[in-house]
């Protein structure tokens, strides 16, 4: 009984560093983005933070919209205007430097509500995320984040070996480098 509590008290749960090496952000990052209203601390909001896997999510797209040369105030500016839960990981797409989300009928800019095209494709910081996010994007080694196994821990692929206890052990030069990326 007391086991099952603990497992489900900590599913998918990240500190601000565990999100931020997942994100491609260092932890102190992952903070003020979250003062700052581009992410929430859904789980904890008083100290320390505690983020939900859909929490990591939402600041994987900021890391990825920061890249793709998006400004914070106007990452700010959508996250307060489409409003409702994690509206950054879910169904948000960067065309020609424009964010758009989906709508029934197609692609909406965020601000104006025009109709756009599909150009450059969907952002899907949650499929990316559960790939091993920004680390594995960036080295092409995947890991699996899976919230509901090992805690939400990065693993290696197919297993529930955490990346950390396999590094270790020194298991291979392709997981000491997303190791490395995401540290």
């Known amino acids: 009984m007391y086991w099952e509590l603990m497992k489900d008290a900590t599913l998918g749960h990240y500190l601000a560093h565990e999100a931020g ?10 903070g003020q983005w979250a003062r700052w209203g581009h992410i929430r601390a859904s789980v904890s909001a008083g100290d320390p933070h505690v983020y939900a896997f859909a929490d990591v999510a939402d600041a994987l797209a900021v890391r990825i919209l920061l890249d793709a040369g ?63 996010g920004w680390p594995s994007l960036v080295t092409g080694v995947p890991v699996d984040v899976d919230p509901e196994r090992a805690a939400g821990r990065p693993c290696l692929p197919g297993t529930r070996t955490p990346v950390a206890d396999a590094i270790a052990l020194g298991t291979s030069a392709d997981i000491e480098r997303w190791w490395a990326c995401a540290a």
């Open 21 to 30: 090496r997942l994100a491609g952000a260092d932890g102190d990052r992952i």
């Open 70 to 132: 998006v400004a914070l105030p106007l990452i700010r500016a959508a996250v307060v205007h489409l409003g409702g839960e994690h509206p950054l990981a879910n169904g948000l797409h960067v065309v020609d430097g424009r964010m758009a989300v989906e709508r029934v009928d197609g692609l909406e800019d965020v601000f104006t509500e025009q109709r756009v095209f599909e150009l450059d494709g969907k952002l899907d910081p949650v499929a990316l995320l559960r790939a091993g």
